[in-house]
């Protein structure tokens, strides 16, 4: 939508009752040069023996290497090791400390479980290299593979609890061209001698994800082991293979140990200590939908051996019924549409389905990229339709989704004033008129999308040419020459941005601030939007880029915001709406419009006004927030009680599409702004 117009703790590790800790007397790993190889490193940790008598250790491979290849990241000898024996299962765990040697701060630094092939490889198809028994024997290869990653654990009143302070087991998303497979380029792109499993342990430093150049954070290791009846044949050491990786993805994972009440507020506790960071849950028996982490993405499976196409052993692996919805609202044409959303029921609890493969069945309407849809652009614009065929990892079942493209937008908040597109391509406008923003072109035809600035109107035609009107101080409606092939359009104060179908940006009116200064190079973009002095561009692959005004920060993207499916701008702040339907703001907070509502999820569209912000749910209630001096963030009951289709907000009022056609207008009237005319019905995404 356009703009306001207006203008790990990381400490040792502690484990009580039944657990110790004690000292290693491990030889300290000999730390290695200063280079700057992105391969961070393949190690070996050791355990050996139970109770007061458990060591580890952080063992280096032998390789061929040079020396001036030798990894950057280095690990030393164990801090603290425990182990607590309960159901069959022995828990492992110790902590180590690790160095940044590298030439760059570490993100998410990494150490993911890998099998090794070939003729060395790890037993069972495992991440296990080696196994004694207390007997003395080779264990049987069969028990690598009950060998299994867990949170750090102890025991207090015959009950298993989670460390908080060291819980830091991690799950990866394990579909092609997924998370894990920017991991694998890190390590053996081609697969040819390692090949990583879904999981690992991240190093965290004060709380921090970040190792900065020559610091240490520390990394706890945490395992679980198979009992045996004999005692000779239990597992007495054995040996983990893992490889250093970073990851511009923030997680934490709700895993096994802790799926009841007490483990899902810890688990959104360690998140929210995490700017930005998203909680993954593993569907374990014991999960029910009550115990879900809040805003999670759920878990159906975790490789922990064997390839991917044919994994012989996992942490989790739950199958279900699944069903699946279109996304409850279309978006803008060239923008990435929503991923169909649904539910997977698993023995009678129901839990979000994430979707792991969509594939387009109308390939001239939609294309999939990364799992998300979006229009084929064709002239003249109009409204299309589509199927997708869309399967989840927590299912057996694909499903054949129809889905609405509806690339405009037919009705536009301004700074006074508002715009609307009837369902015969004509516009009808009210509100102020000061500077001629309402009166629209007698002769104007054939519009699909409108946008309103601060006192200025722009109109979008199915041909793909821009017409613009009203105030023109700073040629905000002097349309560049020749512009064509346009599939949005958005108007700022006193600027515009036009998206063209090549995925380019054209930009014109006043610049006083770099407002239309298009970043040189910039391509690829879905979707645009702008501020006041500040312009806003979507990128297909989820990522945000802005320029212009910094003065609150409206510009400085934040580092870590991915997987973007919608962008509106503001005065001086911005709005993100994630694919997974929840929402991000940055910029100026004066007014609380960068309080996004506790909780706030299932967002199919979001609108940013001067100082404050409305979130459309896919239920069809509206949620507002920030300033309320008008009563522009008071959701008339008749809105925020469902069936809206589209929102917008313009400086002091708020306007609602509802599914018949009708407008519902709240917020400031001075000029008749929400004074919608009577019987007005327009054009319906």
């Known amino acids: 939508m356009t703009m306001?117009?207006?203008?790990?703790?990381?400490?040792?590790l502690a484990l009580t009752a039944c657990s110790s800790t004690v000292p290693s007397t491990a030889v300290p790993v000999v730390t290695t040069p200063t280079?700057?190889?992105?391969?961070?490193?393949?190690?070996?940790i050791?355990?050996?023996?139970?109770?007061?008598?458990?060591?580890?250790?952080?063992?280096?491979?032998?390789?061929?290497q040079a020396l001036t290849d030798r990894p950057c990241v280095a690990i030393g000898s164990s801090l603290a090791q425990s182990t607590v024996d309960l159901g069959g299962k022995r828990y492992m765990q110790a902590t180590f400390p690790v160095t940044n040697n590298c030439t760059t701060d570490l993100k998410n630094l990494t150490y993911v479980a890998v099998r090794r092939l070939g003729s060395n490889a790890t037993l069972g198809d495992s991440a296990i290299t080696s196994m004694k028994t207390f007997g003395g024997t080779d264990a049987a290869v069969s028990l690598a593979t009950q060998i299994l990653p867990t949170q750090p654990v102890y025991i207090s009143g015959k009950r298993l609890n989670v460390d908080q302070n060291t819980a830091n087991l991690q799950v990866f998303d394990d579909t092609n061209s997924g998370e894990l497979d920017g991991l694998q380029s890190q390590v053996?792109?081609?697969?040819?001698t390692y090949d990583l499993l879904p999981y690992g342990f991240v190093v965290s430093s004060v709380g921090s994800r970040t190792i900065p150049i020559g610091g240490t954070g520390e990394v706890t290791f945490a395992l679980s082991v198979p009992i045996q009846t004999s005692k000779a044949q239990d597992i007495f050491s054995f040996r983990l293979l893992a490889n250093a990786t970073t990851n511009s993805v923030t997680s934490v994972t709700q895993g096994l140990e802790e799926q009841d009440a007490?483990?899902?507020?810890?688990?959104?506790t360690r998140a929210a200590a995490l700017p930005g960071s998203?909680?993954?849950?593993?569907?374990?028996?014991?999960?029910?939908?009550a115990t879900f982490a809040t805003g999670s993405v759920p878990v159906c499976q975790v490789r922990t051996a064997g390839p991917r196409s044919a994994p012989t052993a996992t942490l989790v692996n739950t199958q279900g019924t699944l069903s699946l919805s279109a996304p409850y609202l279309p978006s803008i044409i060239g923008g990435a549409q929503l991923q169909p959303g649904g539910t997977v029921t698993v023995n009678g609890n129901q839990f979000p389905a994430k979707v792991s493969s969509l594939t387009s069945l109308t390939p001239a309407t939609l294309s999939v990229t990364n799992n998300l849809v979006h229009p084929v652009v064709a002239f003249p614009l109009q409204r299309q339709?589509?199927?997708?065929?869309?399967g989840s990892s927590c299912s057996q079942q694909t499903i054949n989704v129809p889905m609405r493209i509806s690339p405009f937008t037919s009705l536009e908040a301004g700074g006074q004033h508002t715009l609307g597109v009837k369902s015969n391509g004509t516009v009808v406008a009210w509100g102020d008129s000061s500077s001629g923003q309402t009166t629209v072109p007698p002769e104007l035809r054939g519009v699909v999308s409108v946008s309103a600035g601060a006192f200025h109107s722009v109109a979008l035609k199915s041909d793909g040419t821009v017409v613009a009107w009203g105030d023109n101080g700073v040629g905000q409606v002097n349309v560049p020459a020749g512009l064509g092939g346009v599939v949005a359009v958005s108007a700022g104060q006193s600027h515009n941005l036009a998206l063209k179908s090549n995925g380019t940006v054209v930009a014109w009116g006043y610049n006083g601030s770099g407002q239309t200064a298009v970043p040189a190079g910039l391509s690829g973009v879905v979707a645009v939007s702008a501020g006041a002095y500040h312009s806003v561009a979507l990128k297909s692959d989820g990522t945000v880029v802005a320029w212009g005004s910094n003065s609150f920060g409206q510009t400085s993207v934040p580092v870590w915001l991915s997987g973007v499916v919608a962008i509106s701008a503001g005065q001086s702040h911005n709005l993100a709406l994630k694919s997974d339907g929840t929402v991000v703001a940055w910029g100026f907070n004066g007014n609380g419009q960068l309080n996004v509502p506790e909780g706030l999820s299932g967002v199919v569209a979001v609108s940013a006004g001067e100082v404050y912000n409305v979130a459309l749910k896919s239920d069809g209630m509206v949620v507002g927030w920030g300033s309320n001096g008008y009563g522009q963030a008071d959701i008339p009951v008749s809105v925020s009680t469902g069936g809206v289709v589209a929102v917008s907000i313009g400086q002091y009022h708020g306007l609602a599409l509802k599914s018949d056609g009708t407008v519902v207008a709240w917020g400031s009237n001075s000029t008749g702004q929400a004074t919608v005319p009577d019987s007005l019905t327009l054009t319906v995404p």
């Open 35 to 44: 280079q700057t190889s992105s391969k961070l490193g393949v190690v070996e």
């Open 46 to 64: 050791e355990f050996s023996g139970i109770g007061s008598q458990l060591q580890a250790a952080a063992l280096r491979p032998l390789t061929t």
């Open 385 to 390: 339709t589509g199927t997708v065929q869309a």
């Open 188 to 192: 053996d792109a081609n697969r040819t």
């Open 4 to 12: 306001p117009r207006f203008l790990l703790f990381t400490g040792l």
């Open 262 to 268: 007490a483990g899902k507020a810890a688990v959104e």
């Open 278 to 289: 998203e909680i993954r849950t593993l569907l374990g028996p014991a999960l029910t939908s």
